[in-house]
């Protein structure tokens, strides 16, 4: 499975953007997804997971209220839709596939990533 993250750039504060995650295969439609993001100098975090059936998603408490993850299991697509973004929102954010059919705030959990797309909130 390969998977292209596209969607980053340069916001203001406050601003919103949507990062979009397409598969390529149509079998990741039977696995969890998960965003994750690598601010400079900082670990990987857990951004936001959606089950295989978009039924169940989860989400960091820094980012609770303000993104929210979707898909589109035709198309083979996730979606991180951000609002209200903030400065330290600032990161480089992967898309990633579970090895199960839920997601998962464990990076270990995840089998397959895309390169990344990088979003810069300016204050």
């Known amino acids: 499975v390969q998977l292209q993250a596209s969607g980053g750039g340069l916001v203001q504060a406050g601003g919103s953007l949507r990062l979009s995650c397409a598969a390529s295969?149509?079998?990741?439609?039977?696995?969890?997804m998960g965003w994750f993001r690598r601010a400079p100098g900082k670990e990987r975090e857990f951004v936001a997971g959606?089950?295989?059936?978009?039924?169940?998603?989860t989400y960091a408490d820094s980012v609770k209220g303000r993104f929210t993850v979707s898909r589109d299991r035709a198309k083979n697509t996730v979606y991180l839709q951000m609002s209200s973004l903030k400065p330290e929102d600032t990161a480089v954010y992967y898309c990633?596939?579970?090895?199960?059919?839920?997601?998962?705030?464990?990076?270990?959990?995840?089998?397959?990533w895309g390169q990344g797309t990088q979003v810069t909130v300016s204050s």
């Open positions: 990633a596939t579970s090895r199960t059919s839920y997601s998962s705030s464990n990076y270990s959990q995840y089998n397959h």
């Open positions: 295969r149509r079998t990741s439609s039977n696995n969890g």
């Open positions: 959606i089950s295989w059936n978009g039924a169940s998603t």
